[in-house]
Nanobody
Framework: QVPVVESGGGLVQAGGSLRLACEPS????????MGWFRQAPGKEREFVAA????????YYADFVKGRFTISSDNAKSTVYLQLNSLKPEDTAVYYCNAGATLGVLITTPPSRFDYWGQGTQVTVSS
């Protein structure tokens, strides 16, 4: 597991944008794929997007539909999630996590991960 700190959430109107950041705590993520997940009130945590350790491969959940972009800056050891065209249904706590491969992040049920950071709250008003 890679301890992480998420930031960048906030309150935004529908149609607005936010950029979330995920930084590892005390360890580089260069050897890991990194992913973003979210959990809305009363719902299970779900996969949002993932990026390979090199940054060369990315994968998105269908509901992203070109609105979100995942990126990484290995020099800063930070993974970003750019959220555009936000909708009220995007309201959730957003978390990031590490996986050995992109496939692990995409296929492993979030409930199977042993570690989660504190997340960052995104609230979209209508």
């Amino acid at each position: 597991q890679v301890p992480v700190v998420e930031s960048g959430g906030g309150l935004v109107q529908a149609g607005g944008s936010l950029r979330l950041a995920c930084e590892p705590s005390g360890r580089s993520f260069s050897n890991y794929a990194m992913g973003w997940f979210r959990q809305a009130p009363g719902k299970e945590r779900e996969f949002v997007a993932a990026i390979s350790g090199t940054g060369g491969n990315k994968y998105y959940a269908d509901f992203v539909k070109g609105r979100f972009t995942i990126s990484s800056d290995n020099a800063k050891s930070t993974v970003y999630l750019q959220l555009n065209s936000l909708k009220p249904e995007d309201t959730a706590v957003y978390y990031c996590n590490a996986g050995a491969t992109l496939g692990v992040l995409i296929t492993t049920p979030p409930s199977r991960f042993d570690y989660w950071g504190q997340g960052t709250q995104v609230t979209v008003s209508s």
